[in-house]
Structure formats: structure tokens, C-alpha cells
């Protein structure tokens, strides 16, 4: 690989409870991202868990961000359930997030369209008011 460059990434993954580290979840999620960053030919520079609630405190999360942002690098979770509960708005001032599931990234624009939708009828229907 000499003289090739090759990208970075962070790994971050979540379950919500204990027996949930312990199922299959984090094993999948793990799975998926490095999956991924082999796809994209990322070394993988660190690999952070938060077995935890994704609406409370997440120090590993932000371990993983301070660590992608020393490498300039994006941060591969597996869909956005995982990287927090609160959705998309979440990503703070770190967006360089990279959603490995197959499913993920459509679900997402899914979602977008259709609150962007669901934004523009509403405005419509507001503004003669």
C-alpha cells in the first residue's frame, strides 16, 4: 500500500441496556461499520460503546468525536438510532457522520422528505392566517 492513500474513520456504537451488550446488537453494529470502512478503504483509528440511553449522556460518543476530529476523519455508525435518540439535529458540531446500514441512509432521506413535506404544507396552510 506504499504510496497509497488510505482514509480514516472512528467506529461508534450503542445499545440502550446491559443485556442488550451482551445480545447480538453491538457485535451487528461493529459488523456493519467495519464492513463499511473496508468498502471505503478506511483504517480504523478507534472504536468507542456507550451501552446507555441515546436521550442522556454519551461520554464515549464524545471521546469518538474528539478522536475523529484530531484525524479529520467521519465517524461510521450504523443508522442514526444508534449515534443518539434525538435524530438528525444531534450530530452537534461534528457533522461528518457516515450511516453504514444498507437501510440506513434511505430510511433517513426517507424521513427528511417527509417532514420537509409535512413543513412546506403546513407553512402553505399558516400563511394565509
Known amino acids: ?3 497509497r492513500l ?3 474513520c472512528v467506529i461508534y456504537t450503542r445499545v440502550s441496556t446491559r443485556p442488550q451488550a451482551w445480545g447480538h446488537g453491538l457485535v451487528r453494529q461493529l459488523e456493519t461499520c ?3 470502512a473496508k468498502k471505503d478503504n478506511a483504517y480504523v483509528v478507534g472504536v468507542f460503546t456507550d451501552v446507555c440511553s441515546g436521550t442522556g ?10 478522536t475523529a476530529e ?3 476523519c467521519p465517524i461510521y455508525v450504523e443508522a442514526m438510532d444508534r449515534w443518539s435518540r434525538k435524530g438528525p439535529s444531534d450530530t452537534g458540531s461534528y457533522g461528518r457522520i457516515v450511516l453504514c446500514a444498507d437501510w440506513a441512509g434511505e430510511f433517513a432521506e426517507t424521513v427528511q422528505s417527509l417532514v420537509g413535506e409535512m ?3 403546513t407553512k402553505g396552510a399558516t400563511d394565509g392566517k
Open 1 to 3: 500500500m506504499e504510496g
Open 119 to 121: 413543513l412546506r404544507s
Open 57 to 66: 449522556p454519551l461520554p464515549q460518543r464524545e471521546l469518538a468525536i474528539r
Open 6 to 8: 488510505v482514509a480514516q
Open 70 to 72: 484530531e484525524h479529520g
Open 34 to 36: 467495519v464492513d463499511r
